[in-house]
């Protein structure tokens, strides 16, 4: 199995930025398809951004097109979320997941981390 451990959350004032990580086990980590969630409190758990295994096909939810980056280090076996011009409306837990095997895009995901909690202040 593969472990994932997302880090970076935090506080932030709206129009501010954070990088969030997401450090993963295992020598097959650059196989996996990868993405990101995300659920506020009282809402079901919602799509953010995913990225191929190899980092050439990136896609987004529309809520976060323009400001977020979804990116990959295989080489370090972690994930990132950059997240610029952040708004309220973003305040929520964050978490990663990965694909073991599949075709892409990925209709479901087999690791999940614990998540971590960015909180945009008005």
């Known amino acids: 199995q593969v472990h994932l451990v997302e880090s970076g959350g935090g506080l932030v004032q709206a129009g501010g930025s954070l990088r969030l990580s997401c450090a993963a086990s295992g020598r097959t980590f650059s196989t996996y398809a990868t993405g990101w969630f995300r659920q506020a409190p009282g809402k079901e758990r919602e799509f953010v951004a995913r990225i191929s295994s190899s980092g050439g096909i990136r896609s987004y939810a529309d809520s976060v097109k323009g400001r977020f980056t979804i990116s990959r280090d295989n080489a370090k076996n972690t994930l990132y979320l950059q997240m610029n011009s952040l708004k309220p409306e973003d305040t929520a837990v964050y978490y990663c997941?990965?694909?073991?095997?599949?075709?892409?895009?990925?209709?479901?995901?087999?690791?999940w981390g614990q998540g971590t909690q960015v909180i945009v202040s008005s």
């Open positions: 997941a990965a694909a073991a095997y599949g075709p892409y895009p990925p209709t479901s995901y087999d690791y």
